[in-house]
């Protein structure tokens, strides 16, 4: 990989601290800080708009439970060791399915994937109740219609007994929680588990004939430094997976419990933490990695590489994707969907989940219905985030309006962007350039109508 090739993505020390700012990560525009209390009869409605539409659906399943609680974690979860507890889970899950299935069950899956929480935390009969449940509500046909079938795995709770019963039922994509393979930042954020353990679990699953397997690793984690991280990436590079997400992460401990169990004084510096990220960045172009964009990279082979390559790349709550323009149905507590410009997002709490469904109602809380500018500012974040590029001209006939005019006061955003050599700017055209990639979220942040400097703390840093 040499600066020669077009995806390769440079480093700028300055211009990085510069822009090194808090801003939103855009799996969704607008994001979920604009999220509102929505009425059920109008939620319904617009269900119900959805049953003549034949297109091809992504399903997300949101599994709670986790046996053990990692003290980085900001995600959704239930701490249990009561594995029993996935069963009545499984039951509100079926509920769900039956009602949402009158309007999305005759709908081709073509992504299916299981998040969490820890998604194999449930046994394998549980498992196979689930597929089975997803198999008997909606169009999942894995043999006669191909997609992206893929499950989050935490590898001390997977078995290579559920190994074998995934890859069975047809899924083809892994995702390994790794986040470090140093030993003391793994006991520091309670999360203990060899690299010979990941090691068996990679080599089995590729074993079974699994065509991708994704690593996460998070940066910023107590005691991780330069030396310690370049271990990580040697350790990591040896098992090659076709993709890699390498997160950034927020220490913000009185939003989330768990992290209040991690000491700040362990943690790098910002000073090491952007060394880590830069050689981490290099080095992972070296090994032939390409920079997808915000956090991932993958191998040029991998699907997500190409979509990247041929512009059928799209973002949404799992990160970046290979199905542009595919309506997300979400199931499980907590979880976000994301059908026809509307986002809707399940009751947190699975006590509020199950009586609404016990009751025979959807256990939708919070959500938006996107306005006519909503849907113009999506499409262009979506459009610079995914494809690199914006065509005014684009705009203008897609949605009717005279965009020169409409984003008068963003061209003008724009042409600080352009000093920095961060974007290009060719008559109507905006193209990201190499370091634009890298600090994508700044440039975004010009289209968001919502965003406001004040409220940023709400966010992460770019870098």
Same mark, same amino acid.
């Given at each position: 990989?040499?600066?020669?090739?077009?995806?390769?993505?440079?480093?700028?020390?300055?211009?990085?601290?510069?822009?090194?700012?808090?801003?939103?990560?855009?799996?969704?525009?607008?994001?979920?800080?604009?999220?509102?209390?929505?009425?059920?009869?109008?939620?319904?409605?617009?269900?119900?708009?959805?049953?003549?539409?034949?297109?091809?659906?992504?399903?997300?399943?949101?599994?709670?439970?986790?046996?053990?609680?990692?003290?980085?974690?900001?995600?959704?979860?239930?701490?249990?060791?009561?594995?029993?507890?996935?069963?009545?889970?499984?039951?509100?899950?079926?509920?769900?399915?039956?009602?949402?299935?009158?309007?999305?069950?005759?709908?081709?899956?073509?992504?299916?994937?299981?998040?969490?929480?820890?998604?194999?935390?449930?046994?394998?009969?549980?498992?196979?109740?689930?597929?089975?449940?997803?198999?008997?509500?909606?169009?999942?046909?894995?043999?006669?219609?191909?997609?992206?079938?893929?499950?989050?795995?935490?590898?001390?709770?997977?078995?290579?007994?559920?190994?074998?019963?995934? #890859?069975?039922?047809? !899924? @083809?994509?892994? =995702? $390994?929680?790794?986040?470090?393979?140093? *030993?003391?930042?793994?006991? &520091?954020?309670?999360?203990?588990?060899?690299?010979?353990?990941?090691?068996?679990?990679?080599?089995?699953? #590729?074993?079974?004939? !699994? @065509?991708?397997? =994704? $690593?996460?690793?998070?940066?910023?984690? *107590?005691?991780?430094?330069? &030396?310690?991280?370049?271990?990580?990436?040697?350790?990591?590079?040896?098992?090659?997976?076709?993709?890699?997400?390498?997160?950034?992460?927020?220490?913000?401990?009185?939003?989330?419990?768990?992290?209040?169990?991690?000491?700040?004084?362990?943690?790098?510096?910002?000073?090491?933490?952007?060394?880590?990220?830069?050689?981490?960045?290099?080095?992972?172009?070296?090994?032939?990695?390409?920079?997808?964009?915000?956090?991932?990279?993958?191998?040029?082979?991998?699907?997500?590489?190409?979509?990247?390559?041929?512009?059928?790349?799209?973002?949404?709550?799992?990160?970046?994707?290979?199905?542009?323009?595919?309506?997300?149905?979400?199931?499980?507590?907590?979880?976000?969907?994301?059908?026809?410009?509307?986002?809707?997002?399940?009751?947190?709490?699975?006590?509020?989940?199950?009586?609404?469904?016990?009751?025979?109602?959807?256990?939708?809380?919070?959500?938006?219905?996107?306005?006519?500018?909503?849907?113009?500012?999506?499409?262009?974040?979506?459009?610079?985030?995914?494809?690199?590029?914006?065509?005014?001209?684009?705009?203008?006939?897609?949605?009717?309006?005279?965009?020169?005019?409409?984003?008068?006061?963003?061209?003008?955003?724009?042409?600080?962007?352009?000093?920095?050599?961060?974007?290009?700017?060719?008559?109507?055209?905006?193209?990201?350039?190499?370091?634009?990639?890298?600090?994508?979220?700044?440039?975004?942040?010009?289209?968001?109508?919502?965003?406001?400097?004040?409220?940023?703390?709400?966010?992460?840093?770019?870098?």
């Amino acid at each position: 990989m040499t600066p020669a090739n077009k995806w390769y993505v440079p480093w700028d020390d300055a211009l990085i601290r510069q822009y090194d700012v808090t801003a939103p990560r855009y799996t969704s525009y607008p994001t979920a800080a604009q999220f509102q209390l929505l009425a059920p009869k109008k939620v319904q409605e617009h269900l119900d708009r959805q049953r003549p539409v034949t297109d091809p659906l992504s399903l997300y399943l949101h599994i709670p439970f986790c046996q053990h609680i990692c003290f980085y974690c900001a995600c959704n979860k239930i701490a249990t060791k009561d594995r029993s507890r996935a069963d009545g889970y499984l039951d509100m899950i079926e509920r769900e399915m039956a009602l949402q299935a009158r309007n999305f069950g005759h709908r081709p899956i073509s992504q299916l994937h299981l998040g969490g929480g820890t998604p194999t935390f449930l046994s394998n009969g549980q498992m196979t109740r689930l597929l089975d449940l997803v198999a008997v509500y909606f169009d999942w046909d894995p043999v006669n219609q191909p997609g992206e079938f893929s499950i989050e795995l935490d590898p001390r709770e997977t078995s290579d007994e559920m190994l074998q019963l995934l #890859r069975r039922r047809d !899924f @083809n994509r892994l =995702s $390994f929680g790794v986040q470090d393979f140093d *030993p003391r930042t793994q006991v &520091a954020i309670n999360r203990v588990q060899s690299f010979e353990l990941v090691q068996h679990k990679v080599a089995a699953a #590729r074993d079974l004939g !699994f @065509n991708s397997i =994704s $690593f996460d690793l998070i940066c910023g984690l *107590p005691h991780q430094t330069s &030396a310690s991280f370049a271990r990580t990436w040697e350790q990591t590079l040896s098992l090659s997976p076709e993709r890699i997400s390498l997160y950034n992460y927020a220490h913000l401990p009185d939003r989330f419990k768990p992290q209040r169990r991690i000491d700040p004084a362990s943690m790098p510096s910002a000073d090491t933490k952007l060394h880590i990220l830069r050689d981490s960045i290099e080095l992972l172009q070296q090994a032939g990695y390409l920079y997808v964009g915000m956090d991932h990279f993958a191998k040029p082979s991998d699907a997500l590489a190409t979509a990247l390559q041929e512009g059928s790349l799209q973002r949404n709550f799992q990160g970046y994707s290979t199905k542009a323009e595919t309506d997300m149905l979400a199931l499980g507590v907590s979880s976000i969907s994301q059908i026809d410009g509307v986002y809707l997002q399940n009751h947190h709490d699975v006590e509020t989940y199950d009586a609404l469904l016990g009751q025979s109602q959807l256990a939708i809380n919070r959500g938006v219905f996107l306005t006519a500018d909503d849907k113009v500012r999506q499409w262009i974040i979506g459009q610079l985030a995914c494809q690199g590029r914006l065509s005014l001209t684009e705009v203008s006939a897609r949605f009717d309006i005279d965009a020169p005019t409409y984003f008068r006061h963003a061209w003008a955003e724009l042409g600080k962007l352009v000093e920095h050599e961060l974007v290009t700017i060719d008559v109507d055209l905006v193209t990201i350039r190499p370091l634009g990639r890298l600090l994508l979220r700044p440039i975004l942040v010009t289209f968001d109508a919502y965003f406001r400097p004040g409220t940023a703390d709400r966010f992460s840093k770019v870098l």
